[in-house]
């Protein structure tokens, strides 16, 4: 009977109090984002591993657009190049990106081509959200995984009809943000706290000496540039974005249910309670038996299915007490004293919870 492999893995401060964290890694400050670009191109080069024409025929009408783009009329004409790939491309705008400035791109192949390695996107035009186009996409890509076939067997390893090209798009048009022109700019915390945004408005009031930064609710912090005297947004953000602030987390665990894996934050406590707990194991075997029939005698051979069923009841750890924890080094001693496995952990877990003792959130992914 195999066992799940398990790990539990807590968390334990290295001090009493979190450490500092700068503002700009708590919040996202509004107008300041990455847009999505997407575009339908054309790969070519490839050896061999490119798209069906019969069951991709979308690579045929690209492929002859594009040709005759160029002054070569191929209508009506019969052609099935194995070289070629119809691909997604899929890039993102970074902030304040300028005309000119070079954008990562990822290819995604979306026909039966086996392997894009090897291949060059041709010019591929990519659009967002509006329809309008931003940037241009062209380049060799490098393909994330390789492919081997033979004869009888194949390898995969990777994905190989998937990559990448590194500075693979130059942008065309910038996106119209009047940012110089803000009277107020709003900071939108990443994890919404009321206590974390609150000492985000103190911290900044006490950088400048005034003012200057009003908490609106547990996720916004309103900045007044104009009361900040600074020549512009810019200038304004870039003096607080450096500010350092003690955010205040909520006591969470987190369960990986596949793994096995438990995150304990800090805060976590746990109310004295008694747990028991016990293994329940299903054991099915498999043992067929072949029957054939006697030299020379009629008969056909057949194959009698044999099986085995066991309920196996372990003892468990019985009823055990867990005291109550202050800090999260009493509460982790006080669960390992239950001397049970990481996955039979996260089910007591959900019944400490259940019961009203686990004073945390608990996340299960």
């Not at 807590?10 to 509004?30: H, M, N, S």
């Not at 096995?260 to 075997?285: F, H, P």
């Amino acid at each position: 009977m195999k066992r799940l492999i398990a790990v539990l893995i807590f968390l334990f401060p290295l001090c009493g109090q979190a450490a500092p964290i700068r503002i700009k890694d708590l919040v996202e400050f509004d107008g300041v984002r990455t847009n999505d670009l997407v575009g339908y191109g054309l790969v070519v080069g490839l050896n061999g591993t490119g798209d069906g024409l019969r069951n991709s025929p979308f690579t045929e009408e690209i492929l002859s657009s594009i040709l005759e783009r160029l002054g070569v009329n191929v209508t009506g004409e019969q052609f099935r190049p194995k070289n070629v790939a119809a691909v997604l491309v899929t890039a993102s705008l970074p902030p304040f990106a300028r005309a000119g400035s070079p954008v990562d791109v990822t290819v995604s192949a979306i026909g039966d081509s086996s392997s894009l390695m090897g291949g060059t996107l041709i010019m591929t035009p990519l659009n967002a959200a509006d329809g309008d186009i931003y940037a241009v996409a062209q380049g060799t890509i490098i393909a994330g995984g390789t492919a081997a076939n033979g004869e009888g067997a194949s390898v995969v390893r990777g994905v190989p009809t998937a990559g990448v090209i590194p500075s693979g798009a130059t942008v065309e048009r910038e996106v119209q943000f009047d940012f110089r022109g803000m009277s107020t700019l709003r900071l939108a915390l990443r994890t919404p706290d009321f206590t974390t945004a609150g000492r985000i408005e103190q911290a900044i009031n006490h950088d400048f000496a005034r003012p200057v930064a009003m908490m609106l609710d547990a996720g916004t912090v309103e900045l007044n540039i104009m009361a900040t005297q600074m020549s512009s947004p810019a200038h304004a953000l870039g003096r607080i974005e450096n500010i350092l602030v003690e955010p205040e987390r909520r006591a969470r665990v987190v369960v990986d249910q596949r793994s096995g894996t438990i995150v304990m934050g800090e805060d976590v406590r746990i109310s004295r309670v008694a747990v028991s707990q016990g293994n329940l194991t299903l054991r099915i075997q498999e043992a067929p038996l072949v029957v054939q029939p006697n030299p020379f005698a009629p008969g056909e051979t057949v194959v009698v299915p044999r099986t085995q069923a066991a309920i196996i009841d372990e003892p468990g750890i019985g009823l055990a007490e867990v005291s109550g924890g202050t800090s999260l080094s009493e509460v982790v001693a006080g669960l390992n004293a239950l001397g049970v496995a990481p996955q039979d952990m996260i089910d007591i877990l959900k019944s400490i919870k259940a019961s009203g003792a686990l004073h945390a959130e608990f996340i299960v992914r």
